[in-house]
Structure formats: structure tokens, C-alpha cells
């Protein structure tokens, strides 16, 4: 590529033509002219000869050697002659998926002014921008392919699914059964007793057509076995769909029990899947918009929530303590001198707000984001239990390489049978024309999403149609952690037959006996656990689930109790229960050698003794 003017260049030479074949001349004394050229051959293949001009400018008298020196010149078999910018975008039109270059060049009023100046001033540098490019892209880049990326993704998303079908499987009767603490028979009646046909759309879910107990496992099995499927790779553009379908029935038959931002993000990533498996390249770019804007916006709402525990970098020092469901790690964390936490903050915000933007760079850039992501998502992960939330961020990392990088890494026997079942096959128009329709709804209505959580008003158009297709999920805003809590409150439920003597109930893996250390559950989502870390930052009154949660302990509903660790009334139900609110801090390191984790200290009752005969709480 050599410096050109910048005026419009195609012309019609009294020389030669090309031959069968369009010709590319450039400079062969130019070092990022030939980098260049080598890259366009690997997209090109032998559809365009490449040749430098000391060796064909004899045969193109009419053309002057200062042209050949200023820019490449694209000489076409019917003798036409273009330059600089248009006959790169001509060059380029010849590869697979690149001719939109040229369409833009022609029909984009302003881009091909703005094309010629940004060739001149390339070629103005030259020396630069091929030091600049080998460090970018390596002294002998491939075009990047994705087929063994994308088929890899799809393999280790369906582990994804898995754990996710059979986490809620195993706890669904408890949580939305006939007897469960919120019956799904009892959501579908309700909704079907205020809406008509139109509460298909607003709430779609298979459960309409049954919400029996049955139903509900079925749902859970059948996604459990069609993630299997998907890991084998067989059928699996029907396995993707399906599993959307049903895990969307999940999302909105689970009720508040499944009103996490890890159960959209799936939805959406699962969403993006089946279109990858339809199409690669716009399936790889919306996988990587999709982290882009989950580690961003992560990012923003802390900033944007005005936490001063976020501006002053403190926040991770009460993070450990207060998250949700911390592990044994988060203990030692907790232990750290401040500067380290406030450095590690400072680190964390670095990789959400800074390493999202070479998201969209050259791959070397690329791969930077990728492994800073994977190191604040392993702390993570090693700290706290977000069951395949972290798992599942870091598979989005996958799409930020191309099959070369993982080729280096991957066992050349485990490379041989994913190439065996790449398809390599280039989408029909139709397919292709719909996925690409399909790509920038999700983009658009992201955008307007962002744009609303930036605290920005979008049109009432935009808003209209993100509403529209807001039911299915497709696209969802993020941000965790908005504001820190600072104090870890726990609700510790008793049961008594006199209420005099209580006794407590232990849960599975949020913190209760002091003695016992934090557990791990990953990719595991024990949901009642999680909720009671919620209800212990609200009024008992406006946690509507809780009440109904007692109900069931009093009646010691076995699908209930099996979501417990302990139920101290094993033969027979409790004639009261009762919530009580603590404070909970880390034990020091004195109390921890003598085998505790937890001091706590008895701050209110939470909820006053009930029984199954009051209509309220019992005094």
C-alpha cells in the first residue's frame, strides 16, 4: 500500500488486460505492501494474481511509474484500472464476505472520501503501521476461521445447560410443585383468570399446556437430555432451540425462584448459540457484543450507582463477607491488608471498563481482554459460589480466539475430531438473510437498553419494539453489584412445639452453625438459599414468598424440607415457627483455630412465631 491523492482513480488503460484473471499490483520494495498482499492471497485464493510492479510495469506503459509508487492498482481482465482505496476494496470484493467493502465504497455517500484519506495517510507511514500490524496480528497472520471455535463453544455451552436443567431439577418440587412454596398450577390459573389469548406472548412457556408436577420434571429431564445432545453435537441446531424453548418455560415458571440475571444471561447467550449454529460470523460478533456488555455494564452500575465504597476502592473489603454465598476461599480474602483490596478493586474495574473495548480490536488485543476477563472471573469463582455464572463468562472468552490460537493449546487428537465435525459450509442466502435480521435486533434493542440504564430516554419507537420482544429474552441489561451491602444480615428460622425450646433449621450452604465452613455448590444454584440472602435485605411483609415458606415447614412438607440440610422435626411437624435476624461477621483467626467461621450476634426477630391456625402471626 503506497500513497496515493486523493482523487477517484478508476480509469480505462490503453495496455494489456489482466488476463483471466484480475491483477494487483503493488510495491514489492514495500514491507507493508507485501504483508499486505500476503494477507489478501489467503483471502483471495487464486481468484486474483498478485504481482510487484519491478516485475509487470513493462507491460503497462500508459500507467507511470509514480502511480505504481503512490498506491496498488487493480487492473481488471476488461483492462479497467482502479487505485489506493477502491482497488483494495476490489481486491477484497473477490473473498468470501468481504465484498460489502466495495458496496459501501460506491453506495455510501462520504465513505469513499473518507477511504482514499485514511489510504493516503497510511501510506504517508508505512513503516509505522507494518511494525504496528506484525505486533497486532504476528509477522504471518491467517485469515481467522471460527469453525472449530464455534463448534467447541456449542459443545462446552451444552455442559452450561446441563448444569443449569439439572441444578433446578432437583430442587423444582420444592420450589414451584403442587406442594412446592410456589405452586406453578397456582401462577397459571391466576394469569389465565386476567388475560386471554394474549398471555401466550407476555408469558411464553410450555406450561400452559400442563404445569402438573410431571410437567415440571419433564421440562427439567428433557432439557437435561437434550444438553447432552448438544455436548455430542447431535442435532444441534433442534437441541439449541428446544432448550431455549424450555428454559424459557423454566424462567418464567420458576417465579421469583428464578429472577437472577445469570438465568437471562443464559437465555440470551442460548438465543445467540442457535443463531451461531446457522451462521458463524454474525454469531461469533454478537457472542462477543454480548460480553461487552456484560463486563461493562458490570462496570457502570457500580460507578453510576454512586457507592462511595466503589469511588474509594473499598468495596471488595466488605464483598468477601457480605456476597451471598461465599466459599472457604472468601474467608483468607477477607484477611487481606487494604492496599491489596483496594489495588485488586482497581484491577477489577480496569477489566470491566477498559480490556471490554479490544473486544472489538485485532486479535492479539483481542486475546489481552480475554485473559484479563478469565483471571477477574477465576478470583471470582474461587471466592464465591455464582454457580455456572462464571463458568459461563468465561466460555464467552472462547469467541475472542480463532481456531489458529486454540489449535496451539488443544490436544491435536481432540482438534482432528472437532474437525471432523465442523461444518464448513457456507449458510444459504435465506438463512443468512434472517440471522443477520435476527443480529441487529439484538443489537438495536441492547442498545436502547443501555441506553435507558445510562439514564437516557430513547424514542418512543425503540422503546415500543425492545418492549415487544422483551418476553423472549433475547437481550437483557446487566450490572451486578450496583451498590455494596456492608453488613452480612442472616435469617435463621426455628421451629418449637411449646414455644419455649426451639430448635433451628439448617440450610444447605448459606451460613447458619458457625462451626461449620462455607461449602462449595458450583455450577450447582441451591435458589431458596440465594432468596434468603435477598429477603434479609427487605421487610418480611414484602417478601411474599416467605410466608408461604413457613406454611410448608409447618406442615413439613417433604418436597420443602428436601431443599434443607437439617429439619429438626423429622417424625412430625413443628407446632410453631419463627424467624430470627442476625449479624454475621467472619470469625478472626484465634476463634477459626479453635474450629469456628462465624461469630453472630441476635440483632430482632424477623418474623414473630406463627402457627398454622393463626391468619398472622402468632403471639
Known amino acids: 500500500m503506497e500513497e496515493v491523492s486523493g482523487k477517484q482513480s478508476a480509469t480505462v488503460v490503453e495496455t494489456p488486460a489482466a488476463g483471466p484473471r484480475p491483477l494487483l499490483v503493488y510495491d514489492g520494495d514495500c514491507g507493508f505492501c507485501g504483508y499486505s498482499v500476503r494477507y489478501w492471497k489467503k483471502l483471495t485464493g487464486d481468484r486474483v494474481d498478485y504481482r510487484p510492479y519491478q516485475d509487470v510495469a513493462a507491460r503497462y506503459p500508459a500507467i507511470p511509474i509514480a502511480d505504481f509508487q503512490r ?72 485469515p481467522p476461521h471460527y469453525d472449530l471455535v464455534s463448534l467447541l463453544f456449542l459443545r462446552l455451552f451444552g455442559l452450561i445447560y446441563l448444569s443449569a436443567f439439572i441444578s433446578f431439577g432437583v430442587q423444582a418440587q420444592g420450589l414451584i410443585g403442587g406442594r412446592g412454596i410456589l405452586p406453578l398450577a397456582d401462577l397459571v390459573d391466576a394469569v389465565a383468570s386476567h388475560y386471554g389469548p394474549e398471555r401466550f406472548f407476555l408469558i411464553p412457556m410450555v406450561f400452559w399446556l400442563d404445569a402438573s408436577d410431571f410437567a415440571i420434571q419433564a421440562v427439567c429431564w428433557a432439557g437435561a437430555g437434550l444438553s447432552i445432545l448438544l455436548v455430542f453435537n447431535l442435532l444441534p441446531r433442534l437441541s439449541l432451540f428446544l432448550l431455549y424453548v424450555l428454559y424459557l418455560s423454566l424462567f418464567y415458571g420458576g417465579q421469583t425462584f428464578m429472577n437472577f440475571q445469570w438465568d437471562t444471561f443464559l437465555l440470551e447467550t442460548g438465543f445467540i448459540a442457535l443463531l451461531l449454529s446457522f451462521a458463524t460470523t454474525p454469531g461469533i460478533w454478537l457472542l462477543r457484543w454480548l460480553l461487552f456488555r456484560f463486563m461493562f455494564m458490570s462496570g457502570v452500575v457500580k460507578l453510576a450507582s454512586g457507592d462511595p465504597n466503589w469511588w474509594n476502592l473499598s468495596a471488595l473489603s466488605y464483598h468477601f463477607l457480605t456476597q451471598p454465598l461465599p466459599t472457604s476461599v472468601a474467608w483468607y480474602a477477607a484477611q487481606l491488608p487494604p492496599s491489596v483490596v483496594k489495588f485488586a478493586n482497581g484491577g477489577m474495574f480496569f477489566i470491566e471498563l477498559v480490556l471490554p473495548f479490544l473486544i472489538f480490536l485485532p486479535r492479539r488485543l483481542r486475546q489481552i481482554a480475554a485473559f484479563g476477563i478469565l483471571l477477574l472471573e477465576s478470583c471470582i469463582l474461587v471466592t464465591g459460589n455464582y454457580n455456572w455464572f462464571n463458568l459461563q463468562t468465561m466460555l464467552l472468552c472462547l469467541p475472542l480466539f480463532d481456531d489458529a490460537a486454540i489449535q496451539k493449546v488443544l490436544p491435536q487428537g481432540v482438534v482432528r475430531l472437532l474437525r471432523v465435525r465442523a461444518e464448513n459450509k457456507i449458510p444459504r442466502r435465506p438463512v443468512t438473510i434472517l440471522v443477520s435480521t435476527l443480529a441487529l435486533l439484538i443489537v438495536f434493542c441492547s442498545l436502547v437498553d443501555m441506553d435507558a440504564r445510562f439514564g437516557g430516554s430513547p424514542p418512543a419507537v425503540a422503546q415500543a419494539i425492545d418492549r415487544f420482544v422483551e418476553p423472549l429474552h433475547i437481550t437483557s441489561p446487566y450490572g451486578l453489584f450496583a451498590v455494596m451491602t456492608t453488613t452480612r444480615h442472616e435469617i435463621v428460622i426455628e421451629g418449637s412445639n411449646d414455644g419455649v425450646e426451639w430448635r433451628e433449621y439448617e440450610f444447605r450452604y448459606k451460613p447458619g452453625n458457625i462451626a461449620r465452613a462455607p461449602r462449595w455448590n458450583i455450577p450447582h444454584q441451591p435458589r431458596l438459599d440465594w432468596q434468603m440472602w435477598f429477603a434479609a435485605l427487605d421487610e418480611p411483609g414484602r417478601v411474599y414468598w416467605f410466608s408461604r415458606f413457613l406454611m410448608r415447614l409447618l406442615q413439613n412438607e417433604s418436597t420443602v424440607t428436601a431443599l434443607l440440610e437439617k429439619n429438626p422435626f423429622p417424625e412430625k411437624p413443628p407446632l410453631y415457627v419463627r424467624a430470627l435476624f442476625y449479624d454475621y461477621t467472619y470469625a478472626n483467626s484465634d476463634e477459626k483455630a479453635d474450629g469456628l467461621w462465624w461469630q453472630r450476634q441476635l440483632l430482632a426477630t424477623y418474623f414473630p412465631p406463627a402457627h398454622l391456625k393463626s391468619t398472622g402471626p402468632f403471639h
Open 71 to 142: 498506491a496498488v492498482q487493480f487492473i481488471s481482465p476488461d483492462g479497467h484500472r482502479a487505485s489506493a482505496a477502491e482497488a483494495s476494496f476490489l481486491t477484497l470484493s473477490h473473498a468470501r464476505g468481504k465484498g460489502f467493502w466495495l458496496v459501501l465504497y460506491r453506495k455510501l455517500p462520504g465513505f469513499a472520501i473518507i477511504s482514499e484519506l485514511v489510504y493516503a495517510f497510511i501510506a504517508a507511514h508505512r513503516p509505522a503501521f507494518h511494525r504496528v500490524s506484525v505486533l497486532l496480528w504476528g509477522r504471518n497472520p491467517d
